[in-house]
């Protein structure tokens, strides 16, 4: 029978290595695909699943006192993320191709296969969109990227960051102004 998340970080802090097994198994891919959405890499988006969870090994103890394993989890690798964006503030991002990614990651990242010319357009819209979000403040980009690329709610970003709702929904609109004239300069320029 397969444990709940509940379960399964209170047989973690309990010291259950076979518990934290299943909970990396189980969010890998989640702060992975956060990790390389922020920073534009495989390396540094494999840095941020490894550093997550070796922050959750450090403060086990304290998962007993946290109400939701994955918001806690999630707001540190959020964290971690944005530290990383600021280490290399100055330095150009370079996204990677993601043909370079392992095969699961292509999978999960694939929703249906496109034609050529659909995929040439599609490839060309996101790297528009990709070199846009460079230029988002971290917080704005992080808002943007968790709300409309990953899917959360309003609310579950603000329990991430530990801040108002209210400050996610003007993060997020300013985020998208920003994107929305970002993105009209570039295409203005592409005609």
């Not at 934290?20 to 941020?48: P, T």
């Not at 603000?158 to 970002?182: G, Q, W, Y």
């Amino acid at each position: 029978m397969t444990k709940t998340i509940p379960e399964l970080v209170n047989s973690f802090v309990g010291g259950d290595e076979n518990a934290f097994a299943e909970l990396i198994k189980r969010f890998r891919q989640k702060i992975y695909s956060i990790g390389f959405q922020m920073l534009g890499n495989h390396l540094d988006a494999d840095e941020v699943v490894q550093e997550t969870f070796v922050r959750i090994f450090k403060r086990r103890k304290e998962l007993a006192n946290v109400k939701y394993f994955s918001t806690f989890l999630l707001r540190i690798a959020t964290n971690y993320s944005i530290d990383l964006l600021r280490r290399k503030k100055g330095h150009r991002i370079i996204a990677e191709d993601s043909c370079n990614l392992p095969g699961e990651i292509q999978l999960t990242l694939s929703k249906r296969v496109a034609t050529p010319s659909e995929e040439f357009a599609n490839k060309k819209l996101l790297e528009e969109i990709k070199r846009a979000l460079t230029n988002l403040p971290p917080k704005q980009r992080l808002t943007a990227i968790l709300h409309d690329i990953e899917g959360y709610t309003k609310s579950e970003i603000a329990d991430m960051f530990e801040c108002p709702e209210a400050t996610v929904r003007s993060n997020l609109h300013i985020a998208r102004n920003k994107l929305r004239k970002i993105l009209r300069r570039q295409i203005k320029k592409g005609e």
